[in-house]
């Protein structure tokens, strides 16, 4: 079964531009949750779609949004980027209690 | 407000034994879980304890007192691949998880 996917890997933008990521779950799993992780902050909580429906959101500001589709894929936004923004954003899908990570999308805001 | 607590950096020798702890305040519990991430590499699920008690797995254990709001993992035989940083997480009322910081292992020969 294939893991969680991220797209981009890797994304270098400039502060005020907008970015979108793109989360594939594990097939089956209609659960998807992002987090920015900084060094030093840990694991922030975005927020969580459960079958398109945002179910969890985190304390972040507007400029974070996110979705999710039919098909359980996932996207989030930012808009009006911020030197603050850059960090690595990951994603996970879950099935139960367990949260499997996709391997991430590193963003450097300039 | 929520907090989880845990040591930001431990040190021990190849082939000891090792316990991270984890102290949470969270508005309700439905959960610990515990994570490893080697740097560059995204979490890895290690252990679940819903209940007051040790799980046990291979080299691995984690404990749990919720009347304590505590936790701890224990590794055991630590090898050089254990080197990573351990994450703790609480399920907090409304099923968000709450994560700490995490606790960055270095294991030396």
């Known amino acids: 079964k294939a893991g969680v996917t991220q797209t981009p890997r890797y994304l270098i933008k400039t502060r005020g531009q907008q970015v979108t990521l793109s989360c594939s779950p594990i097939?089956?799993?209609?659960?998807v949750s992002w987090y920015q992780q900084t060094p030093g902050q840990g694991l922030q909580f975005l927020f969580e779609y459960f079958s398109e429906t945002q179910r969890n959101k985190g304390n972040f500001p507007g400029r974070f949004s996110g979705r999710q589709f039919s098909n359980s894929r996932s996207e989030m936004n930012v808009s009006t980027l911020e030197l603050g923004d850059s960090a690595l954003y990951l994603c996970a899908s879950s099935w139960g209690y367990e949260q499997y990570f996709g391997p991430g999308t590193r963003l450097t805001v300039t | 407000g929520q907090n989880i607590d845990q040591p930001t950096e431990m040190t021990a020798t190849e082939g000891a034994i090792v316990q991270i702890n984890c102290t949470y305040q969270t508005s309700g519990f439905n959960g610990l879980f515990w994570y490893q991430q080697h740097a560059g590499e995204a979490p890895t699920f290690l252990s679940y304890n819903v209940l007051d008690g040790l799980e046990e797995k291979g080299r691995f254990s984690s404990f749990l007192s919720r009347s304590k709001g505590y936790s701890y993992l224990l590794l055991k035989e630590l090898q050089m691949k254990d080197s990573a940083s351990y994450l703790c997480?609480?399920?907090?009322?409304?099923?968000?998880?709450?994560w700490g910081a995490g606790t960055k292992l270095i294991i030396k020969p």
């Open positions: 097939s089956g799993h209609r659960s």
């Open positions: 997480a609480v399920r907090d009322g409304n099923y968000q998880l709450i």
